[in-house]
């Protein structure tokens, strides 16, 4: 009898030892990515240029490709938009705002955002269809990236809306870097 109590003690003991590693070894939320993300997750790791989007594209900041920035926005009703976004319904309280930028060569690049937010990019006045995104739930560093054909050397424009925060980091990169 003292057998059976021990191994019955043993394989509770083992089972209490499983559920604790089990609770405790929860998965990487940024793990998920199919794509390699490690260059954005390297820039995510950095510290944060502060700046501000603006509320005009007149009065929008220009931002470099490869670098973090947290940018803080403006009520989105106050921000006058290249082109209306592509998400339709405006959401009460939402956030925005604008910015500027420029690639060196044509080709793919993503938009790496660590929250929520609908964005655009904008060229000659024109949106750019996104090519492909993949986000991550419970991730920051980042969330959100979304991957579109550049065009190089031409003054393009990032519109964020439709989030709920007063702040973004947001990061522009080569695809595939």
Not at 3 to 9: A, K, L, N, Q, Y
Not at 26 to 33: A, I, L, N, S, V
Not at 58 to 87: F, G, I, K, M, W
Not at 142 to 165: M, R, T
Request: aromatic share 8%.
């Amino acid at each position: 009898m003292n057998r059976r109590r021990h191994g019955f003690g043993l394989c509770v003991s083992v089972l209490l030892a499983g559920a604790a590693w089990a609770e405790t070894a929860q998965p990487d939320p940024c793990g998920g990515f199919t794509w390699n993300v490690a260059h954005e997750q390297a820039l995510f790791a950095a510290a944060a240029t502060p700046g501000a989007a603006a509320s005009d594209v007149s009065q929008a900041p220009v931002l470099q490709p490869d670098h973090l920035y947290e940018l803080s926005l403006a009520s989105q009703e106050q921000v006058h938009y290249a082109v209306p976004p592509a998400r339709k319904a405006l959401a009460d309280g939402a956030n925005g705002g604008l910015i500027r930028f420029r690639v060196a060569s044509a080709g793919a690049y993503r938009i790496s955002l660590d929250l929520p937010f609908w964005i655009d990019v904008v060229a000659d006045g024109k949106p750019i269809a996104s090519k492909d995104f993949q986000g991550r739930p419970g991730c920051s560093a980042p969330h959100k990236i979304v991957e579109f054909i550049l065009p190089a050397n031409q003054d393009l424009v990032l519109q964020f809306s439709h989030g709920v925060s007063s702040h973004v980091r947001v990061a522009i990169t080569a695809s595939g870097q």
